[in-house]
C-alpha cells in the first residue's frame, strides 16, 4: 500500500500570501490529522477531517482552515501568512474510527513552509 | 487543554545500556497514549500505543511502555539499545470522551536518543 503523500514538499511565501497544502491518505483511510511542526512550539495539533467533516479543532487562529472531498483526500489553506507560520506541516491518516478509536495515525513526509 | 511532558530532551547512552524515557501527561479522564519515532530522515512512526486493557505494551523492535494511571505516566522502557534506535521519540496523547469523541493528539517536545556504538 502507497503511504501518505502530501505536496508540495516544500514551498516558499511571502508575508500575506495564502497558500493551500494538499495531503493524500493511504487508501481506505478515512480520517486525515493536519499537525505543525516547529522547534519552538514542537509538533501542534490543527484539525481533523473524518468522512468530509472536521470533527477536531487545535487551538490555532481562523486563518488555518482545511477541507476533505469525498476520496479522503484533504487539504488545508492557511491565508495571510505570517513569517511564524514557516514550519514543517505534517498530515496524517487513520483507517476506521480515526482519532476517537485510538487508531494508529500514519504520517506522511511533510510540508516545509518557508515565510518570507 | 492536555499537556505532556517528556523529561529528557536529550540522551545519550552506549549500545547494550538500557533505556527509559518518560512521559507524563495532565489530563485526569480517559486516555489514547502513544508513542511515535521519528529515524533520521524518515516519517514519524508508531512504535507502541495504549488504547484499554492490558497497561504494559509491547511494540516494535523491543520497545515496551507501563501506563501508570495514579502516576499520569507512560514510560518507554526498552532492555538493550542498538546503534541503530538512534531517533527522535514523541509521546502523544490524545483524551477519549464519554459521548464517543476524542481530542487531537497532544505531543511532547520530543527526545533525541543518541546510541554511541
Known amino acids: 500500500k502507497a503511504g501518505v503523500t502530501q505536496t508540495p514538499r516544500y514551498l516558499i511565501k511571502t508575508r500575506g500570501q495564502q497558500v493551500t497544502l494538499s495531503c493524500s491518505p493511504i487508501s481506505g483511510h478515512r480520517s486525515v490529522s493536519w499537525y505543525q511542526q516547529t522547534p519552538g512550539q514542537g509538533l501542534q495539533f490543527l484539525f481533523e477531517?473524518?468522512?468530509?467533516?472536521?470533527?477536531n479543532k487545535g487551538n490555532f487562529p481562523g486563518r488555518f482552515s482545511g477541507r476533505q472531498f469525498s476520496n479522503s483526500r484533504s487539504e488545508m489553506n492557511v491565508s495571510t501568512l505570517e513569517l511564524g507560520d514557516s514550519a514543517l506541516y505534517l498530515c496524517?491518516?487513520?483507517?476506521?474510527?480515526?482519532?476517537?478509536?485510538?487508531?494508529?495515525?500514519?504520517f506522511g513526509p511533510g510540508t516545509r513552509l518557508t515565510v518570507l | 487543554a492536555q499537556s505532556v511532558s517528556q523529561h529528557n530532551h536529550h540522551v545519550i547512552l552506549s549500545e547494550a545500556a538500557s533505556l527509559e524515557l518518560g512521559c507524563n501527561y495532565s489530563?485526569?479522564?480517559?486516555?489514547?497514549l502513544f508513542w511515535y519515532v521519528q529515524y533520521p530522515g524518515q516519517h514519524l512512526q508508531l512504535l507502541l500505543k495504549y488504547f484499554s486493557g492490558d497497561p504494559l505494551v509491547k511494540g516494535i523492535k523491543g520497545f515496551e511502555a507501563e501506563f501508570i494511571k495514579s502516576k499520569f505516566s507512560f514510560n518507554l522502557r526498552k532492555p538493550s539499545v542498538q546503534w541503530s534506535d538512534t531517533a527522535e521519540y514523541f509521546c502523544a496523547v490524545n483524551a477519549q470522551y464519554s459521548g464517543g469523541g476524542a481530542d487531537g493528539l497532544t505531543f511532547g517536545k520530543g527526545t533525541h536518543l543518541i546510541i554511541q556504538p
Open positions: 477531517y473524518f468522512s468530509e467533516t472536521q470533527r
Open positions: 496524517a491518516s487513520s483507517p476506521a474510527r480515526g482519532l476517537a478509536g485510538g487508531d494508529e495515525q500514519f
Open positions: 489530563y485526569g479522564g480517559t486516555v489514547n
